[in-house]
Nanobody, 117 residues
Framework: VQLQASGGGLVQPGGSLRLACAAS????????MGWYRQAPGKQRELVAT???????SYADSVKGRFTISRDNAKNTLYLQMNSLKPEDTAVYYC????????????WGQGTLVTVSS
């Protein structure tokens, strides 16, 4: 499994960005995928997840502003980010969790999002 994230960049506060994560290899649409982020000097944190059935969950800090989605036909995960704040600045990583009882995590290389005026 390989994950390739893209779409990061510099955006002003209040702006929008759309991240994409292209997955290749043995990808099964039944497994959960997600976005995590790591700000400078902080631990990696969960941003949003989406199950194979389309169920979503979000960190409280991004609820109502971010939307996670997936296109199983294209093996691509998305994160639409609106009303961006400076505190959203971080490297964003996509994740594919293979399995349920003893899951194995795969990670993309990360894409940098900088929110600044």
């Amino acid at each position: 499994v390989q994950l390739q994230a893209s779409g990061g960049g510099l955006v002003q506060p209040g702006g929008s960005l759309r991240l994409a994560c292209a997955a290749s290899g043995n990808i099964y649409r039944f497994y959960t995928m997600g976005w995590y982020r790591q700000a400078p000097g902080k631990q990696r944190e969960l941003v949003a997840t989406i199950t194979g059935g389309g169920g979503t969950s979000y960190a409280d800090s991004v609820k109502g502003r971010f939307t996670i989605s997936r296109d199983n036909a294209k093996n691509t995960l998305y994160l639409q980010m609106n009303s961006l704040k400076p505190e959203d600045t971080a490297v964003y990583y996509c994740n594919y969790r293979e399995g349920w009882s003893s899951p194995k995590d795969y990670w993309g290389q990360g894409t940098l999002v900088t929110v600044s005026s």
